[in-house]
Every structure is written in C-alpha cells, then in structure tokens.
C-alpha cells in the first residue's frame, strides 16, 4: 500500500514538474511572439510602414523557427506532464485532460489548416489575392473549417484550466490557482482574437480587433508566469508533504 | 475549497457550452451587421487592353491579347460586388475574334443592367472592343483616340502556289464541298467566297443592329462603312458621348452612381501568370485556341 502511494507521489511530482517546464516554454513563447502581434495587431500601420513590414518580417525569420520549436516543446510537455498526472491516480478527470490537450490542438490545427487552404483557393478563385483583396473577406469557405477547429482548440485549453485549477485548490497554490483562472480567461479571449483578426474590417469585431489581441496576449503571458511558478510551488507542495509524511511515518 | 470529479466536468461543460454560444452568437450579429454605407463603396476599373480574345497567350497577329475569359470574370466580380457602386472600363483595344467580343459585349451589358458603366476609350477603341462597350451608359475617349470601325472582316491566306513550288502535294477527302471552306491550301472558289461573304455578312448585321440599339447614328453609311475615326468626329457621328480624360470617366461614374467626390477608384486585374504558366504559357495558349473565321479588328492593326 505504502508503495502504491510512493507511485503516485512520484507520478504527480514528475507531472507537475512536466508541466512546470512546460509553462515556462509557452512563457518565452510568448515572449518572442509579444512583438510579432505589436507589429501585426494593426494590419495598416504595417502595411503602411515599410520599416515596420521590413521588422516583422525580420523577426519571423530570426525567431519564427524557434517560436514554432519551442510551442511544440511546450504541448509535449504539457501531454506528458497530464499523462503523469493522470498516472498518479489523483483524479480522474486528468486523464481526460491528457487526451484533451493531446487531441484538441491536432484536431483544431488540422481544421484551421483546411480552412486556410479553402479560403485560400477561394481567394485565388476570385483574384483577390492579386488585387489585394477586392472587397468583402472571401470567407465563406473557410468558416465551417475555422469556426469548429476554434471551439475544439478552446474546449481543450477550458479542460486544462479547470484541471489547473483543480491542482491549484489541492495544493493550496494561490499562484497556480490565479494562473488557472487567467488561463481560462485568455482561453476564453483566443476565438474572439481570432475572430477578429480573421473576420475584421467590416463588421462588428473590426475596430475591437486590436484590443482583443492586446488583451488576449497579456493575458496569455500573465497566465504562463503565474502557471510556471504555481507548477514550480505545487510540486515543492507535494514533495514536502510526502517528506512530512515518511518524517511522520519514521517518528 | 475543493472540487469534485463532477463539479470538475460540470465546470468545463458550462465554460465550453458559454464559448460555443458567445462564438456563434457574435457570428450571428457579424451576418446581422448593417451593410456598409453607400459612402463606403468604390469605382472598380477594368482595363480591356489589345485584342481580344479567348486565347491566353501574350502574343498574337493583332499584338498583346486581353483574355475574355479573364474580363468576363473580372466584370462578374463587379457585378457581384455590391461595393463596387459604379464601373469604368479603360478601353486600349483595336478588336478582336468575333466570338470573344461578343461574349464581353453580353457580359457589360448584364454589368450596365445593375450598376453605372462608364467607358473610357484610351487611344484605341474600335471593331470588337467598340462593339463591347455599347452597353455602357455613357461613352468617352480621349481626344486623340481612334474609334468606331464598325464592321467585320475574315482573311483567307492560302499556301498552294508555294506548296506547288516545293513539290508537295495536298489530298483533302471531304464529305461535302464546302466542308474545307477557307482552307489554304487551294485558291478559294466562287462558292467558297459567297461562304465568307455571307458569314461577314450576318455577323455585321449583328454588330450594326447593336450599334443602332445603343447609340443615335448621324450617317449610317460613314459609320457603317467600316472606317475608323478620331475621337472629335466620332461625337459628331454619335458614336460616342464626349471627349475626356480617363479622371473625367470616373467622376462621371462617380456622379451617376451618386457617390462623393473622394470615392476612390480601384483597379481590377486578372490572376498573374503562375511560373509554369509562364514557361508553357505558350502551349497551354494553342491547345485553347479556335480560329476565328470572322475578325472584328481595325485594319491594319495598330502598333
């Protein structure tokens, strides 16, 4: 029985640990793309200022690579670090968490990409990739795709959140529960970030573009600091109550 | 506090059930949204630019060629664009193939049916390209430009007196005599020729019946003749509205559709050639290629 429990012990420190690690890449992920959505969060101010394209552009040469390296580093961990969670037999909801952060961005990116090749078929369908873009978004296409890999993406990332936070009540890490509770909010701002950034110009969305992104970015980076360091407290948490109890078990 | 397994799935049904409703709903109110404003429109134009025809290649007897197929798509676009408030079509054509003109002709009428089309003649605006146009609510040209040559030719070269001389020889098995009407390797006969005539014929008799429908002819046997004009006598005649510059054109087709002053114009252009396009561009252009018997082109082409 005693060893059954040194398992799963085991098992949630090296989760948390997984998952430590694994905010802390999505933090200097974020980081390194912070300037990109500057640059980019205004589509006319870039298209306007050669210098800001010449920037841009630069910088996803430089960094693009390693912005893409290191985002899927963070989703391994991620899976890995709710594979051990979920092995450590705390809950059982972690175990649909590992399948939800494992298969959600699979899906929704596989979505987004044949959403992407239609509207890009049907912007070429229209010449508007040539003109710059005639008029009106050539969107219609794109969206049964885009719209529903979206909601697979969010669902997934509300599933981590609320797993987070779980933790975060067990350990009684106020760090990792506030960082729960932010990630959920930036998960819940990324569609309309999207969204806008997708659908904008016209419509309702158009003029909130930026605020979105700008809010959806903080956010984001918010929510990766406070869940890096909750992780980091959450496992000392365990380690020193599994060294309390074998002090309590030697005594 | 803590949570239970069940309040642990309730809590993330109820927050992936709220941002399924919110996406849907702000999808909802976007296809809601009141359209744009009349203010908020554009001038879309579309350059028609030498000779028109179905073929694709860069290259043909009359000079560069404006693809049909490429206009009537970028006219649909127009039409179909309910930004695009009004049209002007910058013509720099001398004609082109019969059947290439005429599907431009339907395709800018259809156009001038929903919205106002303006047309602007350039340097050249005659034969097919003219014919094309007629559809426009109004017509203007640039003083030095050449329009009208209303009519319609076909050119038949033949290659026997030469084959003769190089000692080959040409068997032609037909079902009927006039199957190889036109054909080059032989002089045309008298049956050939009445043939021709009679397909110039009728396809004049179309282009004159256009021309009569759209615009109020001074002399029908000047313009009929088939004879080109400069753009001061082609207003007298009446075969076109004035004389202008092509900012002129716009703010006329700002004015019809009654738009302000600061409405920008955009240009439409046909996809650019891709690479591969590029280099087989020029095998594609033939295998696409019909011969036109009937030309409607000013003559001798210009340039």
């Known amino acids: 029985m005693i060893t059954v429990f040194l398992d799963m012990q085991a098992d949630a420190v090296k989760g948390l640990g997984r998952l430590r690690i694994s905010a802390f890449l999505s933090l200097v992920t974020s980081l390194l793309a912070l300037p990109l959505s500057g ?36 989703w391994v961990f991620k899976v890995l670090g709710w594979w051990s969670m979920c092995r450590s037999g705390m809950r059982k909801f972690y175990c649909a968490t590992r399948y939800a952060v494992l298969l959600g961005p699979i899906v929704g990116v596989a979505l987004l990409l044949v959403g992407g090749v239609a509207l890009l078929l049907e912007m070429l369908g229209s010449g508007a990739l040539v003109d710059g873009g005639l008029s009106g978004e050539p969107v219609g296409s794109a969206l049964p795709y885009v719209l ?94 599994e060294a309390q109890r074998e002090a309590a078990g030697t005594a | ?103 431009l002709y339907l395709k800018v009428k259809e156009l001038a049916a929903s919205k106002p089309v303006v047309a602007y003649i350039e340097e050249y605006g005659t034969s097919g390209a003219y014919m094309a146009v007629l559809p426009a609510a109004r017509i203007l040209a640039s003083n030095s430009s050449i329009v009208g040559s209303v009519g319609v030719y076909t050119s038949v070269i033949t290659y026997s007196g030469l084959l003769e001389k190089l000692g080959v020889k040409v068997y032609v098995f037909k079902s009927g005599e006039l199957k190889d009407v036109g054909s080059s390797f032989r002089e045309p006969s008298e049956e050939d020729r009445k043939v021709l005539q009679s397909i110039v014929d ?13 615009r109020k002819v001074a002399d029908e046997g000047e313009v009929f003749s088939g004879r080109p004009f400069i753009a001061g006598e082609a207003v007298k005649l009446g075969l076109i509205d004035g004389i202008g510059t092509l900012d002129d054109a716009v703010n006329l087709a700002r004015e019809m559709a009654g738009l302000p002053k600061d409405t920008p114009v955009r240009e439409m252009k046909p996809p650019s050639p891709g690479l591969l396009q590029l280099l087989f561009g020029g095998a594609a252009a033939k295998d696409r290629f019909v011969p036109s018997v009937e030309v409607l082109a000013m003559w001798p082409p210009p340039g």
């Open chain 1, 148 to 241: 529903p890999g979206l909601i697979v993406m969010v669902v997934a990332n509300v599933i981590e959140g609320v797993s987070a936070l779980d933790v975060g009540l067990l350990t009684e890490v106020k760090a990792l529960t506030l960082g729960a509770a932010v990630y959920l909010i930036a998960s819940l701002l990324q569609p309309f970030q999207l969204l806008a950034s997708a659908f904008s110009s016209t419509a309702l969305l158009g003029d909130a573009a930026s605020w979105w992104s700008w809010a959806s970015n903080a956010a984001s980076l918010l929510a990766s600091l406070l869940l890096a360091v909750g992780f980091h407290w959450a496992r000392d948490r365990v380690i020193q109550s």
């Open chain 1, 39 to 74: 640059l980019f969060g205004r589509p006319e101010s870039t298209t306007e200022n050669p210098l800001t394209l010449f920037v841009a552009l630069m910088w996803v040469l430089v960094f693009g690579l390693a912005i893409l390296a290191l985002g899927i580093a963070s």
């Open chain 2, 202 to 214: 009728g396809v004049f008799e179309l282009f004159k019946k256009r021309v009569l429908a759209h």
């Open chain 2, 1 to 103: 506090m803590k949570l239970s397994e069940k309040q642990l799935v309730l809590l993330s049904v109820a927050l992936s059930a709220a941002v399924i409703a919110v996406a849907v709903a702000a999808l909802a109110l976007r296809q809601l949204a009141p359209l744009p404003a009349a203010g908020t429109g554009y001038v879309a134009l579309i350059r028609i630019d030498g000779a028109i025809a179905y073929q694709t290649s860069q290259l043909s007897l009359l000079g560069s060629t404006a693809s049909a197929d490429d206009l009537v798509q970028l006219l649909d676009t127009a039409l179909n664009d309910p930004l695009a408030k009004a049209v002007v079509l910058r013509v720099n054509s001398p004609g082109g193939s019969a059947a290439a003109s005429e599907a």
